[in-house]
């Protein structure tokens, strides 16, 4: 999952989860092509993103959202990444839109622990 920032028109950022896919070094996500979210997108493609796994992991994005048309042949490789992740995607969603996060910034957190290293400094 990931929150997703976008901008309304009044330019101020209204955050919602989406399901975050990350595919070939960027998130993907969808939403309904009619959705609040999309409207924001194609007119203000400024957003930011946060994806966390409890304390150990955080991933945040900064950057602009691309629609893309899933159906291209382009984005086969998305299109059959979509079908192993949800293996009943073509049941309820092949109507949905999609966009990239074309990231100018993004910052990784993750807890030594987590990652199975040993600590800096035993305390």
């Known amino acids: 999952m990931l929150a997703l920032a976008t901008v309304s028109v009044a330019c101020e950022p209204r955050v919602a989860p989406v399901d975050g896919l990350f595919y070939r070094g960027a998130f993907w996500f969808g939403s309904s092509p009619d959705s609040v979210r999309f409207r924001h997108l194609r007119a ?60 100018t910034r993004m910052f990784v957190f993750a807890l030594r622990d987590s990652l199975g290293l040993e600590p800096i400094a035993n305390a």
Not at 50 to 62: D, F, K, R, Y
Not at 80 to 91: C, G, M, Q, T
Request: aromatic share 10%; proline share 5%.
């Open 44 to 103: 203000r493609p400024a957003v930011s993103a946060s994806h966390t796994q409890g304390e150990e992991l955080a991933v945040s994005i900064h950057g602009r959202a691309a629609e893309v048309d899933i159906n291209a042949p382009g984005n086969a490789g998305f299109l059959e990444y979509l079908r192993a992740v949800y293996s009943n995607w073509d049941d309820w969603a092949p109507g949905s839109a999609y966009a990239r996060i074309d990231a």
